[in-house]
């Protein structure tokens, strides 16, 4: 039985005859220079060629087992067919994402901006945002849609900071939107990369290559050119801007040093933010505005506008929680290089449609300020990340 399987084996690897059974110093005469090396370093009951790559097959299977390796002598190589395929999926997923995100956040401000001329209440309208995530998460973790984090006393300690940045921001970003053009208050924001590095500069003791501070020039003259040209200047409105700045860039700072390691990412994350921040964002927006002005403007709204009002403020609400929850899932699938130059690309998209639907006015020089400011916002997501993987 062994003798046949020899023969067998024998055959399929290339000998025309079963190999006869010599000792060990004629073998070393007459076998090729391939297999002259000593027949005791072989296994027993192993057939070896080195005609072609490495192949071993054992006698002792009880069945046989086909196996093959690609051979050097083929002119075609193996095909990654599973390979090529899971990458174009990654690429076609990621590109699903961006352009959701961008969708998304345009109907957001477009929805925010209707809402805020007919109803300006901003603390209230961004008490509503974080309310209508939070209701849809939790619904969510209920029904079993998504799964439930795992979370424990130090992480809510520790996000606790971050969701305090993060409703600054958030409040201060609508408050601009309300006295101001949308487009006007997405060219400040475009600004961030300079409050970042200030402040990453002079209160943590970071310090950046000289290519960095110098993509910060079109990025702050770009800002200002806009702002001394803009036709419907409002301080409140630029204020609101330049602090939502400064409050993402903590909250950016923050997520990063105290987050780190955390298993909770992505969409619960952003969930759990948002559920933090409107327990924060409530009380004071009782404070500022109060019930009897919601009140009295809802229904002024309402005549003003009719029943849809009623469907511009819902959509808004639901949209900015989704627009934000989809950066984070795509935050987790992307470089932060692809995030930034993304969103740069989402602060275009807004800028246009909003000048567009709103046919907000537009100078030469304002636009030219606003183009000079993202091509900044461009050039330091480059030089930052060069930098930071050096």
């Known amino acids: 039985m062994v003798l046949a399987a020899k023969q067998t084996l024998s055959a399929k690897i290339g000998f025309s005859a079963p190999l006869p059974r010599r000792n060990p110093?004629?073998?070393?005469?007459?076998?090729?220079?391939?297999?002259?090396?000593?027949?005791?370093?072989?296994p027993k009951r192993t057939v070896l060629t080195l005609s072609k790559p490495l192949h071993l097959s054992s006698l002792r299977a009880k069945s046989p087992v086909r196996r093959s390796a690609y051979e050097a002598d083929k002119s075609e190589p193996p095909q990654p067919i599973d390979g090529t395929k899971s990458v174009a999926a990654k690429k076609l997923k990621i590109g699903v994402y961006f352009a959701t995100w961008w969708a998304l956040n345009v109907v957001f401000n477009i929805y925010n901006k209707k809402v805020l001329n007919a109803y300006p209440y901003p603390w209230l309208t961004s008490t509503l945002s974080l309310a209508a995530g939070s209701l849809m998460m939790l619904i969510s973790w209920a029904v079993g849609i998504v799964e439930t984090p795992k979370t424990d006393f130090d992480f809510w300690k520790t996000l606790f900071p971050v969701a305090v940045a993060h409703t600054i921001g958030h409040v201060a970003a609508t408050v601009s939107m309300s006295k101001v053009?949308?487009?006007?208050?997405?060219?400040?924001?475009?600004?961030?990369?300079?409050?970042?590095?200030?402040?990453?500069?002079?209160?943590?003791?970071?310090?950046?290559?000289?290519?960095?501070?110098?993509?910060?020039i079109p990025i702050i003259g770009g800002c200002a050119l806009s702002a001394l040209t803009e036709l419907n200047f409002n301080m409140i409105g630029f204020m609101g801007a330049m602090i939502s700045n400064l409050a993402f860039v903590f909250r950016n700072i923050f997520s990063k040093k105290g987050m780190?390691?955390?298993s909770v990412s992505g969409m619960n994350y952003y969930a759990?933010?948002?559920?933090?921040?409107?327990?924060?964002?409530?009380?004071?927006?009782?404070?500022?505005?109060?019930?009897?002005?919601?009140?009295?403007?809802?229904?002024?709204?309402?005549?003003?506008?009719?029943?849809?009002?009623?469907?511009w403020v819902a959509a808004q609400s639901v949209f900015y929680h989704l627009y934000n929850q989809v950066s984070y899932m795509s935050l987790d699938q992307i470089s932060p290089l692809t995030f930034s130059v993304g969103n740069t690309m989402k602060r275009i998209s807004v800028i246009v449609s909003s000048i567009i639907i709103f046919r907000t006015p537009v100078q030469p020089v304002n636009a030219l300020g606003a183009a000079i400011a993202i091509l900044g916002t461009f050039l330091y997501s480059q030089v930052n990340y060069t930098a930071?993987?050096?």
């Open 25 to 42: 110093s004629s073998s070393l005469q007459r076998l090729p220079l391939s297999l002259a090396f000593p027949s005791a370093a072989l």
């Open 181 to 216: 053009a949308v487009s006007f208050t997405h060219i400040i924001k475009s600004g961030e990369p300079a409050f970042s590095v200030l402040v990453s500069r002079f209160l943590l003791g970071e310090t950046f290559p000289t290519s960095v501070y110098l993509s910060l």
């Open 260 to 262: 780190k390691g955390k």
């Open 272 to 311: 759990c933010l948002s559920m933090l921040s409107l327990l924060i964002l409530t009380p004071f927006a009782f404070a500022v505005e109060g019930p009897q002005m919601w009140i009295d403007g809802w229904q002024k709204a309402l005549s003003d506008i009719g029943p849809q009002f009623v469907w």
């Open 388 to 390: 930071h993987s050096l």
